[in-house]
């Protein structure tokens, strides 16, 4: 499953000229760095990380990604209520929620207010490559 996805990846970021530009989100720096240096493995990614939820929205509304992937439960400004606020800046983004800890309510609220994916932490790398592929190649935009 890893090389198929990260292949079709490879090839998208070929055919479109540019690398897909993801932002990563998660208040735990091990779980950033973790993503980001699995993703840096193929050149089919650029990366950019944010550590709380109004860290992302200042991203988001000065930079265009193609996707972010966001916990849910962080301080400050929680996922969910970055979420909204991102929803409001890039209404066509797609949103990945990776949580460890949140409620099944969190989780279909987040849902109703525009994430895309759900995945549960622990996450596998090869499931996190696979929900990113799905992602980036099922909407439009990325040619």
């Known amino acids: 499953m890893q ?8 090839h998208a970021a070929a055919d479109r000229g540019r690398p897909f530009r993801l932002l ?22 650029e990366i950019d990380l944010a550590q709380d939820g109004e860290e992302a929205v200042r ?13 849910l439960v962080m301080p400050e400004l929680s996922g969910l209520d970055a979420l909204v606020e991102i ?25 109703l207010m525009g994430a895309c994916r759900v995945l549960y932490k622990p ?6 490559l696979h929900e990113i592929s799905s ?3 099922s909407t439009r935009e990325y040619v």
């Open 3 to 10: 090389s198929d996805s990260l292949d079709k990846l490879t």
């Open 135 to 137: 992602a980036l190649l």
């Open 87 to 111: 929803k409001k800046v890039a209404p066509q983004l797609p949103v990945i929620i990776v949580t460890g800890n949140a409620t099944e309510k969190l989780v279909r609220e987040a849902g």
């Open 24 to 45: 990563i989100v998660d208040d735990e720096r091990y779980v950033r760095e973790v993503f980001r240096d699995y993703c840096a493995l193929s050149n089919a990614f």
């Open 123 to 128: 996450v596998m790398l090869e499931d996190f």
């Open 59 to 71: 991203q988001v509304s000065a930079t265009k990604y193609d996707l972010v992937t966001m916990d």
